[in-house]
């Protein structure tokens, strides 16, 4: 005598499909970490072209502050366009994956769609990025 437990979602959908989610998971951290650093790396690298630049402008009577703010600006709009990118292509990547998993559609409880409070995170960690950098 004995029971196997498992939970109704992956009875419900399989475990085929739920290992592809958490493969899916795996893969975009993996390629957000491998895009932040190399990101981070290439900010590094002009920043330390740039500064004879910086010792100019400080020279010609440009404060700390002016400085910064310009560099913070600089990498607020990378950061800006960059997060809307991924936004834009998630939105896609999400039409995409909805139109395969179609094929074999999960319980009508189980539902694929962008949340608004993955997207506020989405832009907190832009802004905080934005300021580490």
């Known amino acids: 005598m004995g029971a196997n437990v498992?939970?109704?979602t992956e009875m419900a959908i399989g475990p085929?499909?739920?290992?592809?989610?958490?493969?899916m998971l795996g893969a975009g951290i993996g390629v957000l970490l491998i895009a932040c650093v190399n990101v981070s790396n290439l900010l590094m690298a002009?920043?330390?072209?740039?500064?004879?630049?910086?010792?100019?402008?400080?020279?010609?009577?440009?404060?700390?502050?002016r400085?910064?703010?310009q560099?913070?600006?600089?990498?607020?709009?990378?950061?800006?366009?960059?997060?809307?990118?991924?936004?834009?292509?998630?939105?896609l990547?999400?039409?995409?994956?909805?139109?395969?998993?179609s094929a074999n559609p999960p319980?009508?409880?189980?539902?694929?769609?962008?949340?608004?409070r993955v997207m506020l995170f989405v832009v907190a960690v832009i802004v905080a990025t934005s300021l580490f950098a």
């Open 71 to 91: 560099h913070l600006t600089e990498v607020f709009v990378l950061a800006v366009l960059g997060g809307g990118l991924g936004i834009l292509l998630s939105s």
């Open 46 to 65: 002009r920043a330390s072209l740039r500064g004879r630049e910086v010792a100019v402008r400080m020279a010609l009577g440009a404060g700390r502050a």
């Open 6 to 8: 498992m939970p109704f």
């Open 67 to 69: 400085i910064v703010r």
């Open 93 to 101: 990547g999400m039409g995409w994956f909805i139109q395969q998993v």
């Open 107 to 116: 319980p009508f409880w189980i539902t694929f769609e962008l949340d608004y």
């Open 16 to 23: 085929e499909l739920y290992a592809l989610l958490f493969t």
